[in-house]
């Protein structure tokens, strides 16, 4: 059954005002105003970058493609919106908006962001979260982007609302759609471009919805982290598959990996241990924990497959605290999940913004929170074999607990990750994507 998305956003708005109206008095402003963006232009050029909505303005209305609007609030009102929709024979113009969302908003069309000047409040107890000053300096604005108020925001934006967690379940839907028609591609033998094209083809996005660039990556690429081409000839034989990539619905975004093999060989039953990995490590986490303890228990599963495939010898503790697993294993366990990618506040002990300290043993961490209930996170352990970090753990003491012949084994297969998108619950969790890939699956 679809969500009642009318239903659940009269809620979510009711409680983005109540953040708001929180926020406005910690802070000393009577009014809050975003801005959706601004069109930014190449350099010596008449061609414009790809529009990026500003992520506040996106979590207050479902609106992501549409600059030089403006949303205009002061707690005890109706909140305004300043849309832009001008007169425009170059370009496809947006009509004034009549969905569910638009009758929680006192709605006025304008031709330009200055159009918007007449709407104002008193700008001199106003805030404004902007990518630009102009014109909202010039007007007198308190305050362009203030660090306290944006805080306090970004603290609060990591509990999601019913809403917000709709459109995650489902934009992980349409990232599932995708990733099986790109599995379908990779077991046809496309190469890294058609792969994509096919990804995006499924999810019905263009280069520039998709929430972040597709990491799509054959053979040996999949030892690139973030690997940002596509080959447009398949490889002479193309022997793993992995594929980082997620999808968009109303502004909210899904991020999902995974790996898969040609044949069923040793680097096939690696896949199905970290996806039993994977699983455990999901069902690991608790309201009430620390989000870096994850990166341990992440640690000590790596360092389990280590040791069942031959690739090292000794105890699960003795690899992790050796740092044989940071080798194979680079990256954080994950990240929270939301209108960002990486969403905002993984490293704030408080609304004021008070840092947690990065953790020596975890660098790459970037959520540092405490879990708590309605949280959205990415669980995505991995295992790689990166030839510039294989060559600096052969050269410790460590290295003499690996066993290179089996590195070299696997290492054209370049790596294995399994991503998820996980909400905790007050018993445990909701995992947003293994439902997806089984619905899409039965479409």
Known sequence: M????ASLYTDHIAAMRRLADQALAANGFDHLLIHSGALNYAFLDDNAYPFKVNPHFKRW??????????????????????????????????????????????????????????????????????????????????????????????????????????CLREASLIGARAHLAAERAFRDGASEFDIHLAYLRAAEHNEHQVPYSNIIALNEHAAILHYQYQERRPPAEARSFLIDAGASFNGYSSDITRTYARERNDFQHMIERMNEAQLAMCAALRPGMPYADLQTIAHRHVAGILIEFGIARGEADELVANGTTRAF???????????????????????????????????????????????????????????????QLRATPAGRQVDWQRVEYFRPFGGIRIEDNIRVTADG??????PAFERAAAE
């Open 2 to 5: 679809s969500p009642d998305f």
């Open 61 to 166: 209305v479902p609106v992501t493609d549409n600059p030089e609007c403006l949303i205009i609030y002061t707690p005890g009102e109706t909140p305004k919106l300043a849309f832009y929709s001008p007169v425009d024979f170059w370009h496809k113009t947006h009509p004034v908006p009549d969905e569910y969302w638009t009758a929680h908003f006192e709605i006025t069309p304008v031709g330009g962001i200055r159009e918007a000047k007449a709407l104002l409040p008193d700008m001199k107890r106003a805030a404004v979260i902007s990518e630009t000053a102009e014109p909202f300096a010039e007007w007198g604005a308190a305050a362009i982007n203030p660090e306290g108020l944006i805080n306090h925001f970004h603290f609060h934006f990591a509990k999601k609302t019913g809403y917000e967690l709709a």
């Open 329 to 391: 294993f680079p990256h954080g366990i994950g990240h929270y999940l939301g209108a960002q990618v990486h969403d905002v506040g993984g490293k704030q002990a408080d609304e004021k913004g008070t840092p947690i300290p990065q953790p020596e043993a975890h660098p790459f961490l970037r959520t540092l929170r405490t879990v708590d209930v309605d949280h959205v996170f990415t669980v995505e352990p991995g295992l790689y074999f990166i030839p510039s970090l294989l060559e």
């Open 429 to 434: 969790h909701e995992n947003f994507t293994r």
